[in-house]
Nanobody, 120 residues
Framework: EVQLVESGGGLVQAGESLTLSCVAS????????IGWFRQAPGREREGVAC?????EIADSVKGRFTISSDNAKNTVFLKMNNLKPEDTAVYSC????????????????WGQGTQVTVSS
């Protein structure tokens, strides 16, 4: 059984930082692409960052967000710096054998999501 368990979301002020974690079981980093997508109310789901997808960081967050991993713990991290109110969304961890950063149709597994709220 595949499980992706996210943690680290919360409420922060603009300019602050958060780090999200995704612990994967049933899939292995390297065998699967693992990344982060976000969706804000009334907006389409957006790829944010991804390992094993070719392009790792979306243009919309480049320079502020970074993705890293602890392969021994099968965990992927999303470090978000200089957060802006427009970053407010539910952030979901995703895994796919052919995962693409800009196309969520290739996601095979989703986590439950974690809310990130950035106040101005």
């Amino acid at each position: 059984e595949v499980q992706l368990v996210e943690s680290g979301g919360g409420l922060v002020q603009a300019g602050e930082s958060l780090t999200l974690s995704c612990v994967a079981s049933g899939v292995t980093i390297g065998d699967y692409g693992i990344g982060w997508f976000r969706q804000a109310p009334g907006r389409e789901r957006e790829g944010v960052a991804c390992f094993g997808c070719g392009e790792e960081i979306a243009d919309s967050v480049k320079g502020r967000f970074t993705i890293s991993s602890d392969n021994a713990k099968n965990t992927v991290f999303l470090k978000m710096n200089n957060l802006k109110p427009e970053d407010t969304a539910v952030y979901s961890c995703a895994a796919g054998s052919s995962l693409l950063l800009y196309n969520s149709a290739y996601v095979d597994y989703w986590g439950q999501g974690t809310q990130v709220t950035v106040s101005s």
